[in-house]
């Protein structure tokens, strides 16, 4: 449910800040079948898969799967972003830009 959860954050970020069309890629194919099935399941992530169809009926969005292979680079700029979130009260998003405590590891991924 967390995944769709931020797919759903991610898609009115983006309708909010006025990024039309807007693509979301995500590892989490499970979710990314369901939305894109169309049909939301009787579980409580249904829920969230409605508002985000709600969301894919009004305005140009396209969901897909993205394979992300899996490196230690990754993962521990994901755990340092978590860390960083679980200190804030309310939602950050940078654009061109990445958070200080993730920068180095960022560029490390980037350069391969």
């Known amino acids: 449910m967390a995944e769709a959860m931020v797919i759903l954050r991610g ?5 909010d800040s006025g990024l039309l069309p807007a693509v979301v890629e995500s590892d989490a194919k499970y ?21 985000i169809l709600s969301f894919n009926s009004t305005f140009p969005i396209s969901i897909s799967y993205m394979f992300i292979k899996a490196n230690i680079i990754a993962h521990t700029s994901a755990h ?8 804030f009260d309310e939602d950050f998003f ?3 830009s990445v958070p200080p405590s993730v920068e180095a590891l960022v560029l490390t991924d980037c350069s391969g």
Do not use: K
Request: proline share 3%; net charge negative; glycine share 8%.
């Open 31 to 51: 979710v990314v079948e369901l939305i894109n099935g169309g049909v939301a399941p009787l579980a409580d992530i249904g829920f969230v898969v409605l508002d």
């Open 11 to 15: 898609i009115r970020f983006a309708v």
């Open 80 to 87: 340092s972003l978590v860390q960083l979130a679980l200190s």
């Open 94 to 96: 940078w654009l061109e």
